[in-house]
């Protein structure tokens, strides 16, 4: 059993060892350089292996080889359901600096519940909209998303920044992600709607969360105490 990776993970709040946070992006135009792959298909079949050839259509991936066992299957992003990446040294992905750092958080109820090995998840997602459309979306919260599933969003901007020993990480957090909330379709969500929004359309009969008042900074956190604490 490998151990679970920290690195894939930033921090909200690094002076708060208890904090939750969301998983680091990975551009999809890195996902060529990536050690390993799998890919769960609409057939119900899995395919896993090594990374050959990756097709990318206005910066999300479009088609992607993958080479098992000396066969190699081409998979169209239509046919994905997920696909999980290993990153590999070769990836741009500065957080891995991070790992003896994040090694160190003491929070057990948060870390028992991360996925292992360091695998990063693209789900085939219906974006909003009229049009039936569909495109990969990285999963902001793994380990965490029986209820609510953050999906990073291509046209996002940085809210800031934060520095953690010496260590500058781009992007403190989104001003918006794509949402599913039991497993209903994505919709768009901002920043600025959190504070009068985010139980309506997020944490709806939720007791543990009931008179918080809501941050956009403490979004992770919201989300895990949903995941473990309400129905």
Known sequence: MKP?????????????ASSQFFVQKLN???????????AVLTSGDTVRGTIGTVSMYDNSLDKINIRENGERFTIKMEDIVRLAVLPSERNRFDDMAL???????????????????????FDKIQLPGKQERYQLAQLMNPGFDSKVKIYAHPDAGSTGSTSVSSITLEGLRDNTYFISVNGERVFQFYDFQYRKRGF???FNSC????????KWKEFPEDVFLHDQKCL
């Open 4 to 16: 679970i990776f920290f690195s894939l993970f930033f921090v909200l709040g690094i002076t708060q």
């Open 28 to 38: 999809q135009n890195e996902i060529s350089k990536a050690d390993e792959a799998y």
């Open 99 to 121: 790992l003896p750092i994040l090694k160190n958080l003491k929070n057990k109820e948060f870390i028992e519940v991360l996925p292992e090995g360091g695998w990063v998840f």
């Open 200 to 202: 309506e359309k997020l």
């Open 207 to 214: 007791p543990a969360l009931k008179g918080k008042k809501l």
